[in-house]
């Protein structure tokens, strides 16, 4: 089976502070991907990396940034955490193979508070 | 990407079927239809994908009219564990474009 770890289930930061989110997956998949989920607005896609130091923004990239120096290993940024950035954030990857039918694979989450 | 909507929430008692269906109007050649499934506390899973006319597998069915303007994704019997939240998405399967979650339906299911 896929397994998408995130270092963190839960984690609280204070306002100001930078805070690194880690996701590892071992199943050499080409794509990762960082989403935030916050209550009645469902998954919303932060960043994405198609292969090693390259990134992709979504549609909520500010704010935020993302480091993939390794093809097993994306982190997700925040240089100054801010209330509004208190969420549950889940980390996927996914083949690029035409077989692979575009299919995520997600960590469990990390619920990040900010105070 | 193509649009789509779903119906935000829904009931069911244990052992009935439930169906949720979800509008693509503008869904795209090359679109294919993909559902998945998350249960509190955890990150989504697929669960099914389609293209046309009428996909089982051991969790779902899912349902495509010729027009593909909209799918139907049917749980049989539903159990409380069935009680999630379930997303549809349209686009590409091939390639590294991200598919695009929406607000997805929640389903309670009641004993």
């Known amino acids: 089976d896929v397994k998408v770890t995130q270092s963190s289930r839960y984690l609280v930061k204070r306002t100001g502070e930078k805070v690194f989110l880690e996701c590892v997956q071992d199943m050499d998949h080409e794509n990762m991907f960082w989403y935030r989920q916050d209550p009645g607005l469902g998954l919303r896609l932060i960043y994405f990396?198609?292969?090693?130091?390259?990134?992709e923004k979504g549609d909520i990239p500010e704010g935020y940034s993302v480091s993939r120096e390794k093809k097993e290993r994306f982190s997700l940024i925040l240089e100054s955490a801010s209330t509004n950035q208190t969420s549950m954030y889940l980390c996927?990857?996914?083949?690029?193979?035409?077989?692979?039918?575009?299919?995520?694979?997600f960590g469990a989450g990390t619920r990040l508070s900010v105070l | 990407l193509a649009k789509t909507t779903q119906p935000i929430s829904m009931d069911s008692y244990e052992g009935q079927e439930v169906n949720i269906t979800c509008s693509h109007n503008?869904?795209?050649?090359?679109?294919?239809i993909t559902w998945y499934q998350q249960f509190p506390s955890q990150g989504p899973r697929f669960i099914i994908q389609g293209y046309k006319t009428k996909v089982t597998n051991e969790v779902a069915s899912l349902f495509i009219p010729a027009d593909r303007k909209s799918s139907t994704l049917s749980l049989p019997r539903v159990s409380l564990s069935d009680t999630a939240v379930y997303y549809c998405?349209?686009?590409?399967?091939?390639?590294?474009?991200?598919?695009?979650f929406g607000k997805g339906t929640r389903l309670s299911v009641i004993a």
């Open positions: 503008n869904i795209a050649t090359n679109d294919y």
């Open positions: 996927a990857s996914s083949e690029t193979d035409r077989g692979a039918k575009n299919i995520q694979y």
């Open positions: 990396s198609y292969d090693v130091k390259m990134k």
């Open positions: 998405l349209v686009g590409v399967i091939s390639g590294n474009t991200p598919l695009v």
